[in-house]
């Protein structure tokens, strides 16, 4: 917040006020006075000089003209700051002094505001928050008030860098407190830079994080007390323990078939099968390459390049023909229908 004072002295001066001025100054303090003429003569200034001089003392309030004869006669710096920034200082403290009244009657709401929003909980278990900006600062409040975990399903593939910075800002505030935190995204984000020195990053400092295939969509729990389930327009915010019982359900489900990040040495290579699978197994079930990519969180470009590259390696001329071969392989297991019992004949 910056305050102008209308009509009033140039702070911008007080940044000439140097050396020269100051000797200036303090010469019209000996002498009673500032006269130009012996300014000059005694500091050896030049003419464009003592008029700056006279002019950057002028401004600050340490010159001030005689009413009779229009002498500059010098002010001591005490008077100088009062006639300077008094006005401004009045104009502080009365801003000060609404801010503390506004705060106070504001917060006076706060019973009000704590009691509607437990009823509401109550009855509300789903609300929907069509206001992207609205649905962050709640995202922002529940996660300050978050105490021991937070469960985040990120599909898609790698996000944005201003996305990164931001779960990087919320993750290490999370760890801070020692909240655990356990964020489950798509295998295809491991090979994007950013998104693995991130993983790196957060994982050093005690984050769990796991990759996997695909993911069913995109949310958030906290504490197992509130969900946030972000959409294109709006955001659903979930306080209905049988959901919220799901929902970590679902998480904990795709968590256990996931491979940490990071792995072990040696561990890592079977993601590329996976992805390759998902890849065929979407393309059987009869899927363009628009649903491939969006499923597997890869670009289209990417994703049609993968298809090229499976169908010349399992020798296809055709999807369905990948799909036979990718099962004969032992890429893809067959229909569950068609797969062989392990159970003994009855």
Not at 36 to 65: G, I, Q, Y
Not at 214 to 227: L, N, S
Not at 313 to 319: C, F, N, V, W
Request: proline fraction near 5%; glycine fraction near 6%.
């Amino acid at each position: 917040m910056s305050f102008s004072l209308d009509g009033g002295p140039d702070l911008a001066e007080l940044a000439e006020l140097d050396e020269v001025a100051s000797a200036a100054y303090q010469h019209a303090v000996r002498a009673g006075r500032f006269q130009r003429r012996e300014v000059l003569a005694r500091l050896h200034l030049t003419t464009d000089e003592v008029a700056r001089v006279e002019r950057v003392l002028r401004s600050l309030c340490l010159l001030h003209p005689m009413a009779e004869d229009g002498t500059l006669v010098p002010v001591s710096p005490d008077a100088a700051v009062v006639a300077l920034v008094g006005s401004t200082e009045r104009q502080i403290h009365e801003l000060q002094e609404s801010v503390t009244e506004a705060r106070a009657r504001l917060l006076s709401l706060l019973p009000c505001y704590l009691e509607g929003r437990r009823a509401r909980s109550q009855c509300d278990a789903v609300d929907v928050v069509l206001d992207t900006g609205t649905a962050q600062l709640m995202i922002e409040e529940i996660t300050d008030r978050c105490k021991s975990e937070v469960l985040t399903m990120q599909p898609g593939g790698p996000p944005l860098p201003a996305q990164l910075a931001e779960a990087r800002r919320t993750a290490l505030g999370l760890l801070g407190r020692g909240v655990r935190v356990r964020t489950l995204y798509q295998h295809t984000v491991r090979t994007d830079t950013p998104t693995s020195s991130l993983a790196d990053e957060l994982t050093d400092v005690g984050a769990h994080i796991r990759t996997t295939t695909e993911i069913a969509d995109q949310f958030t729990v906290y504490d197992g007390e509130i969900a946030f389930l972000p959409g294109d327009s709006s955001c659903v915010v979930v306080r209905e323990p049988t959901v919220l019982a799901l929902l970590t359900r679902i998480f904990d489900q795709h968590w256990a078939r996931a491979t940490p990040y990071p792995s072990a040495t040696g561990q890592t290579d079977h993601t590329g099968d996976e992805i390759k699978a998902a890849i065929v197994r979407i393309m059987a079930e009869g899927h363009k390459d628009e649903v491939v990519a969006r499923r597997i969180g890869m670009s289209l470009r990417t994703t049609r390049r993968h298809i090229a590259e499976l169908m010349d390696e399992l020798q296809a001329t055709s999807r369905f023909q990948t799909g036979v071969n990718a099962i004969r392989s032992g890429l893809l297991l067959p229909p569950e229908a068609d797969r062989p019992s392990s159970r003994p004949p009855k």
